[in-house]
C-alpha cells in the first residue's frame, strides 16, 4: 500500500484529502500541528475502517519535521506529500506587522519547504513520488489586501514550479494545487491577522477585497473538491504543474493571463463600485454585489 502524508489535517482541506486518499488505497498519515484536534479525523477514519495514523507535526518546527518523517519512514518510503498546513490574514501592506508577514512564509513556504526536504532523498533513492503544494489562486494573481498571504503563495508556486524542473530525471513529480474560496476554517483562524477599519484610507481595497470572497461563499468550493483535485493530479497519466480548482480559480486565473499587468494594478484606481464590479465581471466573470 502507497503511503501519503498529508500536513494541517486536523479540519478543512487536509482533514478531507487524508479521508478521500486512504479510500483510494493509500496508508495515510496525517500531520497536525495539536493532537488535541485529532479526535474527529480519528473517529472518522475508524469509523470507514480506513488507515489513517494521526502524527504530530508542525511545519514551522525543524526537529518537528525530523522526528514526523523519521517515524513514517519506518512504515516505508512516502509515495505522496501533500503540503496542506496554511494560515491567511488579510490587510494592507502597510498595517501588516512585519512579524505576522514572516508567520505566514513561515508556515505556507517555509514549512512546505522543510517537509519537501524530509521527503526528497527517499524519493530520488527510489525514482519515484509525488509533491502536492497547496497554494492558492492568490499565489497566482497578486492581491491586494492580502499581500502577505499573496506573496507567501507566489513564492510557493515558483518553488513548485522551479522544483519540478530539478527532479523531474529522478522521476518525481511536483504539482501546485491552487484552490480558490473553499468552505475551511481557515476564515476563523486568521481573525486576529484580518483588518477592516471604515475610517482607513484604505477601505475602499479593503472592502473590495471582501466582496470577493463574499462572491465566492455564493457557491463556494468545499474542502472535498480539492480533495479529489489532489487525487487526480497524483493519479493522472498525463503530467500537468498547475491545477486550479474551484470556478471562482478557473475564471481568475484565465481572466488574469488575458489582461496587461498595468490593466490590472489600474483597478486600484479611486474607482465608483459601478465601474470597478463592471471591470471585474469583465475580465473575470465574477458579480460582485
Known amino acids: 500500500m502507497k503511503i501519503a502524508v498529508v500536513t494541517g489535517t486536523s479540519t478543512g482541506i487536509g482533514f478531507a484529502t487524508s479521508l478521500h486518499l486512504a479510500r483510494h488505497d493509500y496508508r495515510v498519515f496525517a500531520g497536525m500541528r495539536n493532537l488535541a484536534k485529532a479526535g474527529p479525523l480519528r473517529a472518522a477514519g475508524a469509523e470507514a475502517?480506513?488507515?489513517i495514523e494521526v502524527v504530530e507535526l508542525d511545519v514551522t518546527s525543524t526537529a518537528s519535521v525530523t522526528r514526523a518523517f523519521e517515524a513514517v519512514s519506518a512504515h516505508g518510503p512516502v509515495d505522496?506529500?501533500?503540503?496542506?498546513?496554511?494560515?491567511?490574514?488579510?490587510?494592507?501592506?502597510e498595517l501588516t506587522p512585519e512579524d505576522?508577514?514572516?508567520r505566514m512564509f513561515e508556515t505556507n513556504y517555509f514549512g512546505a519547504i522543510r517537509c519537501i526536504q524530509?521527503?526528497?532523498?527517499?524519493?530520488?533513492?527510489?525514482?519515484?513520488?509525488?509533491?502536492?503544494?497547496?497554494?492558492s489562486i492568490a499565489g497566482l494573481v497578486a492581491t491586494p489586501n492580502q499581500i502577505a498571504y499573496s506573496a507567501s503563495k507566489?513564492?510557493?508556486?515558483?518553488?513548485?514550479?522551479?522544483?519540478?524542473h530539478e527532479v523531474r530525471r529522478f522521476g518525481i513529480r511536483v504539482v501546485n494545487?491552487?484552490?480558490g474560496?473553499?468552505?475551511t476554517s481557515i476564515f476563523e483562524n486568521s481573525a486576529e491577522a484580518t483588518r477592516y477599519d471604515k475610517t482607513s484610507p484604505y477601505q475602499p481595497i479593503m472592502r473590495r477585497n471582501g466582496k470577493v470572497f463574499a462572491a465566492g461563499f455564493r457557491d463556494p468550493l468545499q474542502p472535498e473538491a480539492v480533495a479529489e483535485t489532489i487525487l487526480a493530479a497524483i493519479s493522472s497519466l498525463e503530467y500537468r504543474l498547475r491545477w486550479p480548482v474551484g470556478k471562482d480559480a478557473i475564471e481568475?486565473?484565465?481572466?488574469?493571463?488575458?489582461?496587461?499587468?498595468?490593466t490590472w494594478v489600474a483597478m486600484g484606481d479611486d474607482l465608483p463600485d459601478q465601474d470597478y464590479n463592471g471591470r471585474f465581471f469583465e475580465y473575470f466573470g465574477i458579480r460582485l454585489l
Open 181 to 183: 474560496v473553499v468552505m
Open 49 to 51: 475502517r480506513l488507515p
Open 118 to 135: 524530509a521527503v526528497l532523498p527517499a524519493m530520488r533513492a527510489e525514482r519515484r513520488g509525488t509533491i502536492v503544494n497547496l497554494t
Open 252 to 262: 481568475m486565473s484565465r481572466g488574469r493571463s488575458k489582461i496587461s499587468d498595468e
Open 154 to 164: 507566489w513564492a510557493l508556486e515558483c518553488a513548485g514550479e522551479a522544483l519540478a
Open 100 to 102: 505576522e508577514h514572516r
Open 80 to 93: 505522496v506529500l501533500v503540503n496542506n498546513a496554511g494560515i491567511g490574514g488579510a490587510a494592507p501592506l
Open 177 to 179: 494545487v491552487e484552490p
